[in-house]
């Protein structure tokens, strides 16, 4: 995969396979400690013991429409590979929560890539599971969800394109604002 953001969209199509019907994202840059964090976590239906410690075998997947599962044994190489790691916790009837983690200036880290659009696909995508989205850039913070969203918008969808549109750039915005402050 080219970037992140990618990688992220791949996460969260596990979490919705699982039943989820709410979904944490964060993004945390910080290149002051050197260091980039991006969690998702659902409560989905989790996964068992034996589930968890097949889960970086590309030939192992829970889901019955392909025979292989490479989303997270791609994501923890890509890890590795840059000098971080991945980390799964999980409980059945509870939810998952991945957490992967790369040393942010290792010249094999991908680019972060668009997780702002990543993640308007993904509200448009599920209008009937909720997202909170939380971006963190060297200790200051921005973050979004769609409970605070619906009950802002009104009757208005938030898969409408305008609102779509709108996410977008409110999110764009915020992070680029976090780190243009970090700069002066």
Known sequence: MNDLALHLLDIVQNSLAAGASF?????????????????VKDNGRGMSP?????????????????RVGLGVPLLRHTAEQSGG??????????GTCLTVRFQYDHLDRPPLG????????MISANPG??????YTYNDRSYDIDTLQLKEVMGDL????????????????????????CQIQ
């Open 23 to 39: 979904i944490t994202i964060e993004v945390d840059e910080n290149p002051a400690g050197n260091l980039l964090t991006i969690s």
């Open 50 to 66: 034996e589930q968890l410690q097949k889960l970086s075998d590309p030939f192992f997947t829970s889901r019955t429409t392909r």
């Open 129 to 134: 599971v909720d997202f909170a989205y939380k």
């Open 114 to 121: 668009d997780v702002a659009n990543a993640v308007v696909l």
């Open 157 to 180: 969808p938030l898969n409408d394109i305008y609102v779509m549109e709108m996410i977008e750039e409110m999110i764009k915005e915020n992070q680029s604002d976090l780190k243009v």
């Open 85 to 94: 790691d991945l980390e799964v916790i999980s409980e059945l009837g509870k």
